[in-house]
């Protein structure tokens, strides 16, 4: 059985930084594009960043160029977002996702088909 499992979010100032972890279970992580969403109380689901399988290759929707760092660790099975610089326009509930025909590339965040998601990891940026 495929599963994602998401941690490492919490509350943190403005400016600071956290990293969330993504790690699966049931499956090789190695071999899937892995994509994290995040969403905003009243607000549409978006997605943050996505990495591919064999290239390595990275994508971040643009609030958070510079600031996310998204990468994969596949000896551990765990693909990991960190985020510096955090403001509070970031407090969400983030998610990591995948799926065997995910891609990741342009137009990822509305038109990939990501179909097994974890359960998410609350964000919360405040002073």
């Known amino acids: 059985q495929r599963q994602l499992v998401e941690s490492g979010g919490g509350l943190v100032q403005p400016g600071g930084s956290l990293r969330l972890s993504c790690a699966a279970s049931g499956f090789t992580l190695d071999y899937y594009v892995i994509g994290w969403f995040r969403q905003a109380p009243g607000k549409e689901r978006e997605g943050v960043s996505c990495?591919?399988?064999?290239?390595?290759?990275?994508y971040y929707t643009d609030s958070v160029k510079g600031r996310f760092t998204i990468s994969r660790n596949n000896a551990k099975n765990t693909v990991y977002l960190q985020m510096n610089s955090l403001k509070p326009e970031d407090t969400a509930v983030y998610y990591c996702?995948?799926?065997?025909?995910?891609?990741?590339?342009?137009?990822?965040?509305?038109?990939?088909?990501?179909?097994?998601w974890g359960q998410g990891t609350q964000v919360t940026v405040s002073s």
């Open positions: 990495i591919t399988s064999s290239t390595g290759n990275t």
């Open positions: 996702a995948t799926g065997p025909v995910a891609w990741c590339g342009a137009g990822w965040a509305t038109s990939s088909p990501f179909g097994s």
